[in-house]
């Protein structure tokens, strides 16, 4: 009896390790997602050691030009928001897309950030458009963070019953946008600016200061997904000159495997054991964002087998 309890256990533990990966495995993830997957692919990889694992970070829609533009190889695309895949890869580049994380929108400093001790919930607005106080954000067009700090500000701009607010701030210190918000830490950093549109699990990992601001401006509460949607913000499109407008919801990370996989059978492994929840899940809610996991797929049909206990099928 013994022998069997030990071989029982021996099987659980090594369950990810029985799929005998090999070769290259190639994730493109958003720039938040850095922290929580290089600690998820180091922790995937020791029980995979015939795999080569390799991350990228960007942008979340420009991880997703790199797939339909430029034609790279990806087996694993994460996205800071789910909608950029259901946007621009599916369905002629991916098939499904599982939704398993969320966050929220802060701002971000350290205490070397000028007016930081006198920063609230109530003149956060009037310190950004201090002239003797620089911010940063990402650029909207290719990254999330970048538009939900726009819709953000439009939510505020509610929310304070201020107009014209928003724009008076997006016109603001246009020097000091980047590709993604993960580019802007070392700006903050070096006191290069003062203050970052940021998510709050990003702050959090770093070890950065941050105001949260209200549910009705931070994109956080599913319960305010209505008033999110009374903003929106028009991005590029698929094709040159096109455009698709982004609406304000509750934030909302995506996962999914490309067409076109070199590597599906290890990609499919890494997707299931991101979304345990005693395994990658563990460290996502670890670092600072709250599990999605399950929720509603409107291509649970098409999910590979592995995968469908982590969604709800849509009724």
Known sequence: MRTLLTLVVLFAVNAFAQERLSG?????????????????????????PGLDILLEAAGSRDCA???????????????????VIDQLLIPDHADWNIKFATNEMAIVYHKAS????????????????????????????????GYRAVLTL???????????????????DTRFIRPKET????????NTIDYIFLYRSVAEQHGLQRLLLPDSVNLKSPELTDLYRSVSVDLA???????????????????????????????????????????????????????????????????????????????
Request: glycine share 8%.
């Open 114 to 145: 000028r007016r930081s001790a006198e920063l609230t919930r109530n003149n956060w607005i009037d310190i950004m458009l201090d002239p003797a106080v620089v911010f940063g954000r990402a650029n909207p067009n290719a990254d999330p963070c």
């Open 65 to 83: 030009r790199k797939i339909t533009d430029l034609k790279r190889s990806c087996d694993v695309m994460a996205s800071a928001d789910y909608a």
């Open 237 to 315: 499109g698929k094709k040159p000159g096109e455009t698709i407008r982004q609406t304000g919801e509750p934030m909302v990370y995506g996962v999914t495997v490309p067409k076109n996989a070199p590597n599906p059978k290890a990609a499919v492994a890494f997707v299931r054991y991101l979304l345990t929840a005693d395994k990658g899940m563990a460290q996502i809610e670890k670092l600072g964002q709250p599990s999605a996991v399950p929720s509603v797929c409107d291509g649970w049909a098409r999910l590979p087998d592995g995968l469908k206990a982590f969604a709800k099928p849509k009724h």
């Open 183 to 190: 580019d802007l830490l070392a700006l903050l950093e070096s």
């Open 24 to 48: 290259k495995l190639i994730i493109f993830h958003a720039g938040s997602l850095s922290v929580p997957f290089r600690q998820i692919s180091g922790d995937f990889g020791k029980l995979n």
């Open 154 to 172: 439009k939510l505020a701009e509610k929310h304070y019953a201020r107009p014209g607010v928003a724009e008076a701030v997006l016109n603001k």
